[in-house]
Every structure is written in structure tokens, then in C-alpha cells.
Nanobody
Framework: QVQLVESGGGSVQAGGSLNLSCTVSGYIGRVTYMAWFRRQAPGKEHEGVAAIEKDGRAHYADFAKGRFTATEDNANNTLFLNMNNLKPEDSATYFC?????????????????WGQGTQVTVSS
């Protein structure tokens, strides 16, 4: 059974940095995308942050460009999100997810396996 476990969240001041990790256990084969989403409040839709294709190409939401970097360690089945110059509006629960279908990489649709999330809080 495939499981995703996020870590690395925490509380920082505006302008600070955090590095999130997502460890994948179980056999996943050749996924189409591995991605990071965030949800700023319970009940709100997951918002795409960054997604990595199987060939390593990364896609970013506009708010993430220039501040966030998504990478993956294929050998260890781990996905990373390096976040710099954090802003209070980046406060959210961050999730990693994987999918095996094409389409919009930053849409939560078609992502079938999700982690439990890690909380990021940015104070002004």
C-alpha cells in the first residue's frame, strides 16, 4: 500500500525559509506527477503549489515562482519543497500527492494518493 508522509513544517517569521519533505513508501511505478498542494483553511479546496513530471520538469503556481523549488530524490522516493521568502499568506497545511494520469499538474483532480499534511505558519 502506497503511503505519503510529509514533514518539515513549522512556524517562521516572514522572510524565513522552510524545507518540506514527502517520503513515499510502497511501489508507485512511473507516476505522471508528484506534487505539493496547500489548503489554507478546512473545507477550502487544495491549491496547487508545485508539481514534478516523471522527466523532472517542474511546474509552479504563480505565487510560488521565484520563491519555492520542488525537487525529487528518485532513489529514495522523496519529494522536497524548498520555500524561501515566506509570507503570512503562505500559512497553510501543505500536502504532497501523486497521480498516474496527465492533465493540469496543479489541479488537485486525478491525484489519487495524498499525505496527511504538514502545517506551515508564517508570522508577520
Amino acid at each position: 500500500q502506497v503511503q505519503l508522509v510529509e514533514s518539515g513544517g513549522g512556524s517562521v517569521q516572514a522572510g524565513g525559509s522552510l524545507n518540506l519533505s514527502c517520503t513515499v513508501s510502497g511501489y508507485i511505478g512511473r507516476v505522471t506527477y508528484m506534487a505539493w498542494f496547500r489548503r489554507q483553511a478546512p473545507g477550502k479546496e487544495h491549491e496547487g503549489v508545485a508539481a514534478i513530471e516523471k522527466d523532472g520538469r517542474a511546474h509552479y503556481a504563480d505565487f510560488a515562482k521565484g520563491r519555492f523549488t520542488a525537487t525529487e530524490d528518485n532513489a529514495n522516493n522523496t519529494l522536497f519543497l524548498n520555500m524561501n521568502n515566506l509570507k503570512p499568506e503562505d500559512s497553510a497545511t501543505y500536502f504532497c500527492a501523486i497521480r498516474w494520469r496527465g492533465g493540469d499538474p496543479l489541479s488537485p483532480r486525478e491525484y489519487v494518493i495524498w499525505g496527511q499534511g504538514t502545517q506551515v505558519t508564517v508570522s508577520s
